[in-house]
């Protein structure tokens, strides 16, 4: 489920893009992600006409953030584990001779 209601987008595939930046990132990366995100929101949000839409998202990285910080640092959402099932969008993967290390031979 997304931490966005209103962006289900960033959850499709299964993983939210949140969760994948999060396991890429150090803890020290991670915090600095979250901080210019609400950097970032609460800078452009007098130049809206309806400014509610970054502060909903303000709110939603600055409390990743204090969930950071209250957990001593320690990831708040850990990455979900990833399915990965070659079959479920576009059919078995067949290797060609040559390519991908189908190798030919096999």
Known sequence: MSTDEKST????GGIEVINIIHAKLTDEQYKGF???NVIKYACRMNYK???LRDAQKV?????????LLDDGGKKPHEPKPVRHDPTAKYGPIIKQPG????GGDE
């Open 49 to 51: 006409l309806s400014p």
């Open 99 to 102: 390519c991908c290390g189908g």
């Open 9 to 12: 987008y960033y959850d499709a």
């Open 34 to 36: 979250l901080l210019g």
């Open 59 to 67: 709110a939603v990285y600055a409390e990743m953030m204090v969930e």
